[in-house]
């Protein structure tokens, strides 16, 4: 029997996270960042083939991390896309970078180099490139693009876990990546987040700055800039069992996506970005409907959780004097007409088919 309370997403942990997190403090870990950290950076790499990784408190913190240890200062400038949550922008602004926002492109709703391309001035240091819900443009021409004009390529892969452009995984292609792991994601740690790369000096500056500028050799000599940005060992050990589900679940997104995307292809009003399934796991179901807050009104009178899509950054309310609404024609069409409908990975296919059920009598 259908659930008549269908939340839009909800976290899914089980008996295994409690007996772990159980097993590890009865045994007095240490809770702070320490071995279980290290395996679960560990874990992350291997998924992803990252050389590196650094746990985060959070997905914003760790793209801060990502300009500073590339050596952004405050009055240089970084590219963001114009369609993104809110952390892209802020984790530059909060050290005095200033974030530009950038158009998008319809086909995957992740930054058009071609806006980019205009966006760009002498004090344009570094892209953020979003893999919005997944998805990503051609990843070789992003690079090249950054190459040509000397800028850091930093990707925002929160969305993107379990996700790819051809053999390698989002977020491992340009300087940096970085990754969340708060609750709406395919795992979690409750919060979290990690940043990969593939380059040693790299890794070692990041490190530096998340544990207080301290030399290698630990205890108190500080010869360069930092803050506490460490991790604890207590989200490890959830993360290490979340990361041993981490391959079935990027399987039953896949699921759910197709099952969402076949009973509904057929209805005229329904909108999908196109989306390949043996290379993007999708993080959320989107469709692209007219009157998006009607079709949502509706269904959560169905008892069927939605979410609209983020608003166009250029709109918030702490960016809007920047920008002209102008600019960016396709990040607003998508953000008043995008949806996104219950994603869990626990989604029952019964209940995705009372969803679609219900979509279809909407629109007949």
Partial sequence: MVSKNIPQMEPWFDEKEARAVYKYMKLGGWVMEFKKTT??????????????????????????????????????????????????????????????????????????????QKAITKKTKALMYVAFNGRSADMSQVVTFCKRHKLFLVEDAAQALGSFWKVKHLGTLGEIGSFSFSVPKIISTGQGGALVT?????????????????????????????????????????????????????????????RYHDNLKGIEQIKFVQTDLEQTTPWFIDIYVPKS????????????????????????????????????????HYSQHGLWLPSSSKLKNEEIDYICKSIKNYFT
């Fill in 293 to 332: 807050k009607r079709l949502a009104h509706y269904l959560s009178e169905k008892g069927i959780g939605t979410r609209p899509l983020y608003p166009p950054i250029h709109t918030q309310k702490i960016y809007q004097n920047r920008y002209s609404s102008k600019n960016f024609p396709i990040t607003r």
């Fill in 39 to 116: 395996e679960l950076e560990q874990m992350i790499c291997e998924f992803t083939g990252a050389r590196y990784c650094s746990m985060m408190p959070n997905g914003t913190i760790s793209l801060t991390l990502a300009l500073l240890a590339l050596g952004l200062k405050a009055g240089d400038e970084v590219l963001v896309p114009d369609l993104t949550m809110i952390a892209s922008p802020n984790a530059a602004e909060m050290i005095g970078i200033k974030s530009v926002s950038v158009d998008i492109e319809p086909q995957n709703l992740c930054m058009d180099l071609k806006a980019a």
């Fill in 198 to 258: 593939n380059k040693k000096s790299l890794h070692k500056k990041i490190q530096q700055l998340k544990n207080f500028g301290r030399a290698a050799s630990g205890g108190d000599i500080h010869p360069y800039w930092g803050w506490n940005f460490r991790f604890t060992d207590i989200q490890a050990v959830i993360g290490i069992e979340q990361m041993k589900k981490l391959k079935a679940r990027t399987k039953r997104k896949k699921q759910i996506y197709k």
